[in-house]
């Protein structure tokens, strides 16, 4: 069988950041027609969906004084403390109903581990344990990794620069995406990506390209 060369990674496009979401990415619903769009363009899509116990680390509510968007040491780094969200089996983790990808592989659910936050679809914030996707890809042939899904600034970015980091091409598909921009996250997110050889594409660029090698 052909190796999968090209793979669409599509980031946690869940209710709980949708507007009205536990943590709601402004206009994070306009993302959802732009993804189906994109996805019908490639063979090889995989969802990532973050996938919390009530008892995760990065709650606020779990820390006694302390309130969301603050942050704290943990031993792995500074943590941002967020609302709690995507709590495991609650309607806010679900994936949103009108996201239609048949073709989706592989979910992986992240931020599981109850005393580390997973911003990447490739390792744990610890940045010591991975989450299996990086051996998957290449167990099925990727050398592309196109990334679309909320939020940029976060779990898209993370993803994005871990996939580099991890020996593919990545690029991070603007309009297909949205942004919390916390404190300046979004342009420090881009000014990242970019010195890290994150290519930074629009949804049209990738259809016509894709288009121009299948005739």
């Known amino acids: 069988m052909k190796p999968v060369e090209d793979v669409f990674l599509v980031v946690d496009v869940q209710y709980d950041f949708m507007p009205g979401g536990a943590l709601a990415v402004a206009h994070g619903d306009e993302i959802v027609?732009?993804?189906?769009r994109l996805a019908r363009a490639f063979s090889h899509v995989v969802l990532t969906q973050d996938w919390h116990p009530r008892s995760h680390v990065s709650f606020a509510a779990n820390h006694a004084g302390l309130a969301p968007f603050e942050t704290?040491?943990?031993p792995y780094g500074e943590q941002v403390l967020?609302?709690?969200?995507c709590v495991q089996d609650t309607d806010g983790a679900a994936l949103h109903r009108d996201l239609h990808v048949p073709q989706a592989r592989l979910i992986v659910r992240k931020g599981h581990h109850a005393q580390v936050d997973s911003y990447s679809a490739f390792l744990e914030a610890d940045r010591a344990t991975p989450t299996g996707l990086a051996g998957y890809?290449?167990?099925?042939?990727a050398k592309r990794i196109w990334l679309a899904g909320l939020a940029t600034d976060y779990c898209?970015?993370?993803s994005a620069l871990d996939a580099r980091a991890a020996g593919f091409e990545a690029s991070v598909i603007e309009d297909a995406c949205?942004?919390?921009d916390?404190?300046?996250s979004l342009d420090k997110a881009w000014r990242d990506m970019r010195a890290g050889g994150i290519g930074r594409v629009r949804s049209d660029d990738i259809l016509k390209d894709i288009d121009r090698e299948t005739t």
């Open 33 to 36: 027609p732009v993804i189906n």
């Open 72 to 74: 704290m040491t943990l």
């Open 82 to 85: 967020w609302p709690v969200h």
């Open 137 to 141: 890809l290449r167990d099925v042939g």
């Open 156 to 158: 898209v970015a993370w």
């Open 178 to 180: 949205r942004a919390i």
């Open 182 to 184: 916390l404190n300046g």
